[in-house]
């Protein structure tokens, strides 16, 4: 799972919540049954079909034990190996139907990214804007990839100055963009962690860390708002020049 920034500024509330005040998580059954009462509302046929093929290839086994004797030998391996193959079809039938409820969701680049496998720290919303498109940053092994969301035209404008942002302290590094959609040159959300963990293995362990250091010194992007200006407000005035 990718990791997030480190923040400490850690609120009281959240301490206590740390403590004991929070409610803890469920556990893996809890959570494969929640997934499985969304699977089953959302594709109804997907878990027969699963437990289906755990029964198929429990009974070719049981075949197998019968011709050739080797009960045991025959079922030993048939309730794992079809255990697996129901398994995978499930959650891979729970993936597809994830991607389908966050097609089209502002955010569903970030929730792909968040849980991308591998050593990726992720950083939401690096850029954005009043029209609600917004620009995340994922930092690798490949390198720096900017990913926007919204509206394309729009976007160019926000990527391009992410890119010029942090070409200030990624010197050499590789800097990858990419918008999530369903049109022409973007990529789709159900495609995005594969498409991202494809790019080439540019930098080693410690150019990443070294890459993330400098991007953590790196001033936030501030976005002006566009529009006139509320009335009474005074521009901060620059640091007087030294005679």
């Not at 509330?13 to 059954?29: C, I, V």
């Not at 079809?89 to 496998?117: E, K, P, W």
Request: hydrophobic share 40%; charged share 20%.
């Amino acid at each position: 799972m990718a990791k997030k920034p480190k923040d400490n500024n850690t609120s009281p509330a959240t301490d206590a919540k740390g403590k004991g005040g929070a409610e803890k998580p469920p556990g893996r059954f809890k959570q494969i049954g929640m997934v499985a009462k969304v699977v089953h509302r959302q594709s109804p046929k997907s878990i027969p079909i699963a437990v289906g093929i755990f029964v198929g290839v429990l009974a070719l086994c049981v075949l197998g034990g019968y011709l050739t004797g080797g009960w045991l030998y025959w079922i030993t391996l048939g309730l794992p190996v079809g255990f697996l193959a129901g398994f995978i079809f499930f959650t891979r039938s729970a993936q597809r139907i994830q991607y389908q409820l966050l097609d089209g969701r502002l955010g569903a680049g970030m929730a792909v990214l968040d849980n991308m496998r591998g050593d990726w720290t992720v950083e939401p919303g690096v850029a954005a804007n009043r029209q609600m498109d917004i620009v995340h940053r994922a930092v690798g092994r490949p390198g720096i990839v900017l990913v926007g969301e919204g509206d394309p035209a729009r976007l160019r404008g926000l990527i391009a100055g992410e890119k010029k942002r942090v070409a200030r302290v990624a010197y050499n590094t590789p800097i990858y963009d990419l918008t999530v959609g369903n049109g022409d040159d973007q990529v789709p959300v159900s495609k995005l962690q594969r498409h991202v963990m494809k790019l080439p293995r540019n930098l080693d362990k410690a150019e990443v860390a070294e890459l993330r250091y400098r991007l953590r010194a790196l001033p936030a992007a501030v976005q002006m708002p566009k529009g006139p200006m509320p009335k009474g407000l005074k521009m901060p005035k620059g640091p007087k020049a030294q005679g």
